[in-house]
């Protein structure tokens, strides 16, 4: 079958990745339909970036307006597409051959979602980096509800750094949530897997993408994180993550052993441990007080919209 494509991005304060991920797009062997950004803030839009561009169309929303699920929701309202591909402004298709490679795995009926490797940047730190061979091996898989056992919650892992989806079946399943904190792609991934589909990692599917995290930034993210997995039992209740960071956390010292880079090894424990604590109190982020909640979360804006817990 031949799927046609549209790629969904959501902008904020774009620079010149932006402008080599749409043009990285419009020169893939898979041809893609349309590309679909929409960005924060008119006023902080460049119209330089996409200027001369096929197939791109640019909505503009306000600040108060984004949500990590009520944003992507609405460019999939502007879709007629059989494939839906989101990804970020900062993500680079590695080669001409992604948005070919990230379809493949839909042959197996039973597949409704795939997501791609990502690569370390050029200034990628090498801890950053081993956590992205780490979460995104070499080796591709496919996903489903009996691997629960085995994976735990990385049963759910997907990623809309760049990641594909059904969009038939997005729909009868409700897409994103309206509102998400974060982790919008492992929440809807979890809703996927418990219908009795799949979920493909697609090793062969390649955006260069990372980021060199403060610690508070890690601990903020870890505790959005830990914010979105609360407030979406039907998903994650039952289901523990920390063991997945212990092991990660292990492996990264023994990377650095291997390296002779021992000289990191603090640095690693001492993130780890803001990433730990951020994923603690997210937990329990219901029983502390709102200006607190807000100091300890990265996306900010997201509480100012919040007017009961329950949301």
């Known amino acids: 079958m031949r799927y046609t494509v549209d790629v969904i991005i959501p902008s904020y304060r774009p620079d010149q990745k932006l402008t080599e991920l749409v043009s990285m797009l419009q020169n893939q062997t898979y041809p893609v339909s349309h590309i679909l950004i929409i960005n924060t803030e008119e006023k902080l839009w460049n119209p330089k ?130 509102r998400a904190i974060f982790n919008e792609d492992m929440i809807y991934a979890g809703h996927l ?30 505790f959005d994180l830990a914010v979105s997995q609360v407030q979406h039992p039907e998903v994650f209740a039952g289901i523990r993550s920390e063991s997945e960071g212990i092991r990660l956390v292990k492996q990264t010292a023994s990377y650095l052993k291997s390296i002779n880079r021992k000289d990191l090894i603090p640095g690693l424990v001492i993130s780890s441990g803001f990433k730990f604590l951020g994923y603690r109190m997210g937990k329990l982020y219901r029983k502390m007080p709102r200006f607190l909640v807000k100091a300890c979360s990265m996306n900010k804006k997201y509480w100012n919209a919040v007017v009961s817990e329950d949301e």
């Open 193 to 222: 897997v418990k219908s009795g589909f799949r979920i493909a990692y697609a090793a062969d599917a390649r955006v260069i993408h990372s980021h060199n995290y403060s610690n508070k930034q890690q601990f903020q993210r870890n």
């Open 49 to 178: 970036i996409v200027k001369d561009m096929d197939r791109v169309e640019v909505f503009h929303i306000r600040q108060e307006q984004f949500d990590h699920g009520r944003t992507r929701r609405m460019g999939e309202s502007f879709s007629n597409a059989d494939i839906l591909v989101y990804m970020t402004q900062d993500a680079v298709p590695a080669d001409r051959f992604l948005i070919r490679n990230l379809l493949r795995p839909f042959r197996n009926p039973q597949v409704k979602a795939a997501y791609a490797r990502q690569l370390p940047d050029h200034d990628c730190r090498i801890v950053e980096g081993y956590t992205r061979t780490f979460n995104y091996p070499e080796k591709s898989r496919i996903k489903g509800l009996e691997d629960v056992p085995k994976l735990g919650i990385k049963t759910f892992f997907c990623s809309n750094v760049c990641a594909a989806y059904d969009h038939r079946t997005y729909k009868d399943l409700g897409g994103f949530p309206k």
